[in-house]
């Protein structure tokens, strides 16, 4: 079973993704901030991490440069899924090594499993 | 107001970049140039009077003492701009955080009900299939008004940069219609689009003019009641693109006509038909074809329909 870890500090998106996301055959791994997040990363070695931008402790723009400058965590696909689309975050998050930046108003639950799927080349 | 306060204030480009005004309408240019105005008539006047004026210095002091004057008058016009356009400026970034704000929410509510309504967590009956159709669409509605609202916010605030390339509208109209015609088939309406062989590209952002005809697109359709037909035309007019969209709608009642472009502004007898709509389509449409360097422009008659048109800058 793929895992994917959810770095994202709203519990109930927590609980949604957690479902539908099960639904699908997949594991999810709840981070509710930047700091449990990267830990994570690192101890449960997940498929994918879906990675919300504004979040505790640690902004998620940094919880993204040290995934990918880690050894360990540089091959993991990360998906952005924020409602911040200020100029510029967009191209600072793909530049940073971000697989794909989704803005959660522009997206239906179906429409963001299919991104995932893709990104974990399935 | 420090050093620092007054050295900021006296960049110029800065300033009215701020503003997202451009120079000839930047208060700090034109306090600038009345400036060297004032100087240039002082050494004027000094000069022509030290040749026909007893004591020039008595002449050169009293016009340094005017020009004194109107340098004070124009630093308080000048504040009192600035203030102004602070507070819009202000008035749009808090749109744009309140619209943020409620966008996390309504995101979780719009995922939840997708959740329920897919029928996976639990068994739906057909009655609450019903009901969350109507959540559905009303959460859709509100998502749309809050996108409208921070495109205008940036519009204002003058954050909203084009990224220009060039491209042909043809493939974005004609995917556009496909996009639109479940609404088009549920209103019974016919859109037809032609395009020429020889399309000419145009240099604008294609994200921003995909928004104007959308809205157009979308207005056509949304206003024709019981049957009716919308049709596009594309072609190079006096050295532009010309867009043309013509419908058999309900028109626009001669005495609103002026009020179309503004700002949350609907028609009384669009208010009548429809409820839906946030008045910010057609506003948003105007800012960004100027914004592009084109023109838009509509004719319409109550009762037979209406023609929206734009036109922008070729390659």
Known sequence: MKKILFIEDESALQKTFGEILSQEGYEMIS????????????????????????????????VLKQLKTDKETKDIPVIVLTNLEGIGDVDKALGLGATTYLVKAQYGLEEIVEKIKKALGE | MNLKDVFSQLNIFTQCKKYGLPLWQCPHFLFLLMGLIIIGSTLGVYLIGSRYVESPQAVALITLLVTAILFIIAFIVTRSFER???????????????????????????????????????????????YFKVLKENSDRMRELISDLLI????ETAKFPLKKKEFSLVELIKELIKGLEPLAKASNVEVKFEPKADSPKIFADPSQIQLVIENLLDNAIRYIKEKGRVGIKLKRKDGDLYFEIE??????????QKYIFQKFFRSENVMRYQTQGSGLGLYIAKSIIERSGGKIGFKSEEGKGSTFWFNLPLK
């Open chain 1, 31 to 62: 981070a509710l901030d930047g700091e449990i997040g990267l830990r994570l990363a690192k101890d449960k070695k997940p498929d994918l991490i879906l990675l919300d931008l504004v979040l505790p402790k640690i902004h998620g723009f940094e």
């Open chain 2, 84 to 130: 102004l356009a602070e507070a819009n400026r202000m008035k749009s970034e808090f749109v744009s955080i309140v619209s943020h704000q409620l966008r996390s929410p309504l995101s979780n509510l719009r995922w939840i009900i997708e959740l329920l309504n897919s029928g996976k967590v639990d068994s739906v009956s057909e009655k609450q299939l019903e």
């Open chain 2, 152 to 155: 205008i916010s940036r519009i």
């Open chain 2, 247 to 256: 419908d058999t709608g309900v028109g626009i009642p001669k005495e609103d």
